[in-house]
């Protein structure tokens, strides 16, 4: 058997939803938020209340802003 030169091992490369910034996981998870809100107000909660429902529209529309200040704070990201 011919003798391997010894190599440092391998990187495992994490998938990349776990390598997110912090930034970026706050406007994913903002926006995964914003969504539900507006599925589950439409959907669920009208049947019940309506004012209720357009409350919950009212909140998933000041989402979207709110993490896109949060996603493009910090630092520039260079690769």
């Known amino acids: 058997m011919p003798m391997q030169e010894d190599r440092p091992p391998r990187e495992v490369r994490e998938p990349r939803l776990f390598r997110l910034i912090p930034r970026e996981r706050a406007y994913l ?11 589950l107000a439409w959907t669920l909660i009208w049947r019940y209340s309506t004012v209720a429902a357009v409350a919950m529209s009212a909140v998933a529309l000041v989402i979207p802003p709110v993490a896109a200040i949060i996603g493009n704070a910090g630092p520039v990201n260079r690769q």
């Open 29 to 39: 998870i903002l926006m995964g938020v914003c969504l539900l809100l507006i599925v």
